[in-house]
Antibody, heavy 119, light 108 residues
Framework: QVTLKESGPALVRPTQTLTLTCTFSGFSLTTSGMRLSWIRQPPGKALEWLARIDWDDDKFYNPSLKTRLTISKDTSKKQVVLTMTNMDPVDTGTYYC???????????WGQGAPVTVSS | DIQLTQSPSSLSASVGDRVTITCRASQNIKNFLNWYQQKPGKAPILLIFAASTLQGGVPSRFSGSGFGTDFTLTISSLQPEDFATYYCQQSFSTPPEYTFGQGSRLEI
């Protein structure tokens, strides 16, 4: 059974860096074809894809946020980490860790981590 | 980037109704189109991938169709648990740049 769980600070000050951790089970990120992504959702708004990391350490970012994002993995700990620099109140929302299938659909989701950016 | 436009943005329906939601892509995405259901305070759930393939465990009253730029999600007979927001998502872009529609809210 695949499970994903996000963890990180619920409150971040403007200009600070957000670090979120996704801890997963039920699969290995060393398995060929395995991919994880982060997606966020501002309150009452649509979903926005942020970044993806693959089993072979390939990384892809949303072009509009690329300069602020870094995604990494620790396969031994079964974790994927997302950092987002220079946080702003518009970055407030719920951040999801997801597992992709080979077709590019987000088949499995964590419960989400709510993040508020406020001074 | 590829834009997805859903219509309607919101709709009201009754239990037992047949409902169709449309998703239009700004360019040809073949069948790289997926649908999700999201209820308040919950993570989205994958319903359909590759435009028309039902995800395991999803009731057969859900169906998807389309190719190229125009896609539809149909719920054949609404059940109380189907009232939610629905999103389409494309996975055609290379390098990957996944985008979602703005959502369609289905209300009683």
């Amino acid at each position: 059974q695949v499970t994903l769980k996000e963890s990180g600070p619920a409150l971040v000050r403007p200009t600070q860096t957000l670090t979120l951790t996704c801890t997963f089970s039920g699969f290995s990120l060393t398995t060929s074809g395995m991919r994880l992504s982060w997606i966020r959702q501002p309150p009452g708004k649509a979903l926005e894809w942020l970044a993806r990391i693959d089993w072979d350490d390939d990384k892809f970012y949303n072009p509009s946020l690329k300069t602020r994002l870094t995604i990494s993995k620790d396969t031994s700990k079964k974790q994927v980490v997302l950092t987002m620099t220079n946080m702003d109140p518009v970055d407030t929302g719920t951040y999801y860790c997801t597992r992709l299938t080979g077709y590019g659909d987000f088949a499995d989701w964590g419960q989400g981590a709510p993040v508020t950016v406020s001074s | 980037d590829i834009q997805l436009t859903q219509s309607p943005s919101s709709l009201s329906a009754s239990v037992g109704d047949r409902v169709t939601i449309t998703c239009r892509a700004s360019q040809n995405i073949k069948n790289f189109l997926n649908w999700y259901q999201q209820k308040p305070g919950k993570a989205p759930i994958l319903l359909i991938f590759a435009a028309s393939t039902l995800q395991g465990g999803v009731p057969s009253r859900f169906s998807g169709s389309g190719f190229g730029t125009d896609f539809t999600l149909t719920i054949s007979s609404l059940q109380p648990e189907d009232f939610a927001t629905y999103y389409c998502q494309q996975s055609f872009s290379t390098p990957p740049e996944y985008t979602f529609g703005q959502g369609s809210r289905l209300e009683i």
